[in-house]
């Protein structure tokens, strides 16, 4: 039995980050061609264009030319770590297994794709807004950028930098159908950007489902704000 399409498009996750190693450092591979990597300034000259994003050339111009505080010395390269998480509708093609999968960022700019958790039907997040400055979330939003009725910048950038939690609501249903069940349920998935809930289901077929919530701090930007 094949599974009810999904109600609502799940949504996709893009971290980005670097290493917390620099390149060629002891225990951290050295940079090779084609790999994407950062490079930050640390000299006063270069405050214009202080950061770099770019593949190692194998020849020709260098494309890092940042320094450190010295401005003479050429400041080091990090890793440049770009993971996509998406929900395919398929593990394998045409097996009807809805998938978590990651897209990683590799050399020269190209994706590769890993499958994570089969069975996991829709992805959808909802973020924790500090508006006061406490570190603590004191509004939900599905869509940051629109939050209080943002249109454009600034405070579109504004309130996405308030974000201090992430709530993960995750739909898992099993592999195969069980004979003789019938899925009548509704799932609760949190807001969507309208503010109103998004609710799906029910599917009206033979797989068993269950719904998991979990609410992830958000470090760096809330652990800023912290006054004790």
């Known amino acids: 039995m094949r599974p009810a399409p999904p109600s609502h498009p799940a949504s996709v996750v893009a971290i980005r980050r670097t290493a917390t190693c620099i390149a060629g450092d002891t225990n951290c591979d050295p940079a090779a061609t084609g ?3 950062l490079q930050s300034t640390l000299c006063n000259d270069e405050v214009a264009n202080p950061a770099v994003v770019a593949a190692m050339p194998a020849s020709g111009p260098p494309a890092f030319p940042l320094h ?3 401005c003479t010395t050429v400041a080091s390269l ?3 770590v770009m993971h996509i998480y998406f929900i395919a509708n398929n593990n394998d093609p045409g097996d009807g297994i809805p ?7 590799g050399a ?11 069975g996991i039907e829709n992805l959808q997040l909802e973020y924790g807004l500090d508006t006061d400055g406490d570190s603590m979330p004191d ?5 940051p950028g629109t939050y209080n009725g943002c249109a454009a910048d600034p405070c579109y950038i504004a309130n996405w930098l308030n974000a201090v939690t992430a709530k993960v609501h995750l739909l898992s249903r099993s592999t195969s159908a069980s004979p003789g069940y019938t899925d009548t349920k509704t799932y609760p998935l949190g807001l969507q950007a309208d503010d109103t809930q998004l609710v799906v289901g029910p599917f009206s077929d033979g ?3 269950h719904g998991y919530t979990e609410t992830i701090r ?3 930007p809330a652990g800023r704000r912290e006054t004790t």
């Open 78 to 80: 990090r890793s440049y």
């Open 35 to 37: 790999q994407i990597y």
């Open 99 to 105: 998938t978590l999968k990651r897209a990683e960022l």
């Open 68 to 70: 450190k505080h010295d």
């Open 218 to 220: 958000m470090h760096n």
């Open 207 to 209: 797989f068993k489902r």
């Open 139 to 143: 509004a939900v939003s599905a869509d």
């Open 108 to 118: 020269n700019g190209a994706f590769s794709i890993v499958p994570l958790v089969e």
